[in-house]
């Protein structure tokens, strides 16, 4: 059965994962509830599953992509008894005490598990900019390699099966607040007449750019002052950073764009100054972000 990959869900992103498996040349079973879902992988050369229970038997390797943690409970439940000495890799969104409770419950099936978070959008899996996230056993993770790379680029994080829907979620929230900023800034430069959504973007995507580029250095900032104490040299003072958020809320306002995610920062802000703190760092920032660990 080496190299045999079962898929099941076929909804935007399992049909993806499925037609990935394809086109690598693997030997793809695919399930769905809805089995028209099916028909175009179909035609392409997968298998099509009568039941759950045969689309497990037929693969060593067992990826499922549904809604919800809940409805994979939901389908593997009654077929437990096929998962045996199979290797389990759900790729379903969901959240790291999701995955520990699932993976509780599949230890029981004598099954290999291994929970993942997929980096990209349907269109762009199996491309070079995607990559997955895996954790749980390294030796399952080692045993099925070959064929979770067909994906994109896999990622093993650890025996620690919460870690790739812990990063899977962060990094979305980084995305998430990213286009939020996005849209603030474009709701405001274009406020009035003559404001372009594209000339301004010309002028943000360098700027953003840039400023990643200072991310590396408050990342190791972060780990020296956690691992060591370390005081951190990038800084700012705390009054020259609220005066600057409460300038962009005015702008903002001044515009008739809603402020409210400027305001959560300069609530923030105030309250690390509150705390007896005069200089802003990347750690003070994250610890400020953990409830009650930001002291002076």
Known sequence: ???????????????????????????????????????????RGALRAADVRAALRAGGLVVVCLLDYASVREVLEPVADELRGRTLVNLTNGSPAEAAAFAEWIAATGAAYLDGGIMAVPQTVATPGAFVLYSGPAEAFADWRVDLEVLGAAHHLGADIGLAPLYDLALLSGMQLMFEGFHLSVAMATSRPGGSAAAFTDLLVPWLTGMTALMPAFAQEIDAEAAHGTPPALTQGIDVQVAGVGNMIAAARDAGVDATALEQSLTALRALSAAGHRQWSAPLSVRGLRTGTAGP
Do not use: K
């Open 1 to 43: 059965m080496r190299g045999d990959v079962s898929v099941l869900g076929l909804g935007d992103m399992g049909a993806a994962l499925a037609g990935a498996f394809l086109g690598a040349g693997r030997r793809t079973v695919v399930w769905n509830r809805t089995a028209a879902r099916a028909d175009p992988l179909v035609e």
